[in-house]
C-alpha cells in the first residue's frame, strides 16, 4: 500500500512514510486508500488474541512487512504488558464498557502503539536502507513522552528528544519522563504549553535549513507523535478487539453497530476509530470528550476551528491542547481528499487562527460524530460518582468521556427514533497517573504528594498499583533544563552531537 500527503504530493511506501513521520511541507501521511476488513475476515478475528488481531490489521496497511515478523514483533511488545490481555473489555453493567488501554509499561493508552513503533521505524530503515543516525523528536502533553522514551531507549541507532510543558504535566507524568535511562534520551521542559512545545517540533520539521544541519550531522529526523502514521495506524487494532469482545462475549451480535467515546486532546486516538470505521467496523457514534479546552466540542458543533481563544490547565493534562494536529488528516477526508482546501485551511489556522467547514461537511460529521466537554466539575463529579456506583476508579481524563459519553446516552434516549446501542468508554489512563487529582476526586481532599496520593486512593479503592509507578519513588531526575520555545532547535542540535 502507499500512503499520500494531506497537502500533496507523490505517495510514498509505508516504509518511507514512517521514516519521515511528517510529509514535506508540514502535511501528514494517511493511506491511499483505506482497506476494507470483510464480513468474513472480522469472523477470523473473533477467535484471535490481541497481538494477531494487531498483525492482521497492520498487514493490511503495511504490505511490505512480513506477517510473520508483525506477529513476533506484537507478541514480544505486548508480552511486556500487565495481564494476559493487552486492551481488555470490562462490562459496568448492560449497555456500558471500559475499553482498558493502560496495562502497558507507562500505564497509558500511548503504550498500544509506541511499543511498536521502535520496530516498525527500525525495519522500515532496514528497507529503505538508511544508514543515517535517526532523531526522533516528540513534544508531548504527558504520556506521549514517556511511552516513547520507553520504547526507544537503548535503541541502536536511534537518538530521541522529547519536550513537555514545564507546568502542563502532572507531577506523575513529569517524573516518569525525566528519571528515564538511556544514554540515547534527551528530556526538556518547555517554558509554555503543549502547543507552545508541538509548534516548535513542527517548525523544526518544515524547516530545510533544520532538516540540512542535522544531516550534516549525518541524523534524520523522525516524530513519535501520532501525525507518523506508524504510530497512528496500530491503534485501530483496539477498536476491532474491543467490538471483536463484545461478540464473543454473547453483548452483541455480529454486524450491530458500537458506541465509543474518546477522551480527545490531539484527535489521534479517536481518528483511529473512525479509521477502523471507513475499514467496515460496524461503528455507530464517535463520542469526541474534551475538558475545558473545549476547542473541538465548538468544531464539530458549529463547523468552526478558532484556536484563539484561552488555554487552560486541568486535572486531565493530556488533553490541555488547542491545535489538534490529527483533526487534518479528517479534514481531508471529508473535503473529498481536497489536498488544496487542506492547505489553506491550514494556513487559516496558523493566521489569523481558525478557519471553516462548509454546509455539507459539517452535516456529514454529524453523522458520524457526537462532541462534548466536561468541566473540571463535571469531572471530579463523574470520578466520585462512578466509584460510588460501581467501585471502580477512573482516571481523571476517562472521566471527561465517561460524562461527555452518559450526556449523549441521555440525549439519544430521548429520541424515540434511535435504537439502544452498546456503548464503549476508551480509559487512557490508570488512576495512579495523576494521584493527586483523582484522589481529590475521590475524598475532597489534596495531597501535595503524588506518592501520596498514590498510598490513599490505593487505601480506599484497592486497586493494584502498577510497579513501574510505585519504583519512581526512588530514582532520581537525571533531567532538569528548561528552556523557550525558540531555543528548542538549539537543543536539538547539541543533543545531535
Known amino acids: ?43 477470523q478475528l473473533l477467535s484471535m488474541n490481541y497481538p494477531e488481531r494487531t498483525a492482521f490489521l497492520l498487514g493490511k496497511f503495511l504490505d511490505e512487512f512480513p506477517q510473520d515478523e508483525l506477529l513476533a514483533t506484537l507478541n514480544a511488545a505486548y508480552g511486556r504488558f500487565e495481564g494476559e490481555d493487552p486492551a481488555p473489555l470490562v462490562r459496568i453493567e448492560d449497555g456500558l464498557f471500559l475499553l482498558e488501554l493502560f496495562h502497558g509499561p507507562t500505564c497509558a493508552f500511548k503504550d498500544m502503539a509506541l511499543a511498536v513503533l521502535p520496530y516498525l521505524l527500525r525495519k522500515s530503515c532496514e528497507r529503505l536502507g538508511v544508514k543515517e ?58 517554558k ?41 495506524l496500530p ?87 488547542l491545535v489538534s494536529s490529527n483533526l487534518e488528516r479528517l479534514l481531508f477526508e471529508i473535503s473529498g481528499r481536497d489536498s488544496a482546501l487542506t492547505i489553506e485551511r491550514m494556513r487559516s489556522l496558523a493566521n489569523p487562527g481558525r478557519y471553516s467547514l462548509r454546509a455539507e461537511e459539517l452535516k456529514a460529521l454529524s453523522q458520524n460524530f457526537y462532541a462534548g466537554y466536561a468541566s473540571e466539575e463535571d469531572t471530579v463529579e463523574c470520578v466520585y460518582e462512578f ?23 441521555r440525549k439519544r434516549a430521548e429520541d424515540i427514533h434511535a435504537e439502544p446501542r452498546p456503548m464503549v468508554v476508551v480509559s487512557t489512563a490508570s488512576p495512579y497517573k495523576c494521584p493527586q487529582a483523582v484522589y481529590y476526586a475521590l475524598t475532597g481532599n489534596d495531597v501535595k504528594d503524588s506518592f501520596k496520593g498514590v498510598k490513599r486512593i490505593h487505601l480506599i479503592t484497592a486497586m493494584k498499583v502498577p510497579e513501574s509507578l510505585r519504583a519512581l519513588r526512588y530514582k532520581a531526575p537525571r533531567f532538569k533544563t528548561v528552556l523557550s520555545p525558540d531555543k528548542i532547535f538549539e537543543e536539538v542540535l547539541h543533543f545531535a552531537g
Do not use: W
Not at 23 to 36: D, H, K
Not at 292 to 311: A, I
Open 1 to 43: 500500500m502507499k500512503f499520500i500527503s494531506t497537502r500533496g504530493g507523490a505517495a510514498v511506501s509505508g516504509a518511507e512514510a514512517i521514516v519521515r513521520g511528517m510529509a514535506e511541507g508540514g502535511g501528514l501521511y494517511v493511506p491511499e486508500t483505506f482497506p476494507s476488513v470483510s464480513a468474513e475476515e472480522l469472523e
Open 192 to 232: 509554555g504549553n503543549f502547543d507552545d512545545c508541538q509548534s516548535a517540533v513542527k517548525k523544526i520539521f518544515r524547516s530545510q535549513e533544520c532538516r540540512d544541519k542535522l544531516r550534516e550531522k549525518g541524523v534524520l529526523l523522525t516524530t513519535a507523535n501520532s501525525v507518523n502514521i506508524g504510530r497512528l
Open 235 to 321: 491503534q485501530i487494532a483496539y477498536y476491532f478487539s474491543a467490538y471483536c469482545d463484545l461478540v464473543t462475549s454473547g453483548q452483541i451480535a455480529m454486524g450491530d453497530a458500537v458506541d465509543f467515546a474518546v477522551p480527545t486532546g490531539n484527535f489521534g486516538n479517536i481518528l483511529a476509530g473512525d479509521y477502523a470505521r471507513r475499514m467496515g467496523l460496524p461503528v455507530g457514534t464517535l463520542v469526541c470528550a474534551s475538558n475545558r479546552n473545549n476547542v473541538l466540542t465548538d468544531f464539530f458543533r458549529k463547523g468552526v476551528y478558532d484556536k484563539k481563544r484561552p488555554f487552560y490547565r486541568t486535572m486531565s493534562p493530556s488533553m490541555d491542547i
Open 387 to 409: 466509584f460510588e456506583e460501581f467501585n471502580y476508579p477512573l482516571d481523571t481524563h476517562t472521566g471527561v468521556a465517561m460524562h461527555v459519553a452518559r450526556e449523549y446516552c
Open 133 to 190: 543516525k535517526m532523531l526522533v523528536l516528540t513534544a508531548t502533553s504527558g504520556d506521549t513522552g514517556k511511552a516513547a522514551l520507553e520504547g526507544f531507549a537503548g535503541a541502536e541507532g536511534v537518538q530521541i528528544a522529547v519536550f513537555y510543558p514545564e507546568e502542563g504535566v502532572s507531577k506523575m507524568q513529569k517524573l516518569q519522563m525525566v528519571t528515564q535511562d538511556g544514554e540515547n534520551v534527551d528530556v526538556v521542559g518547555v
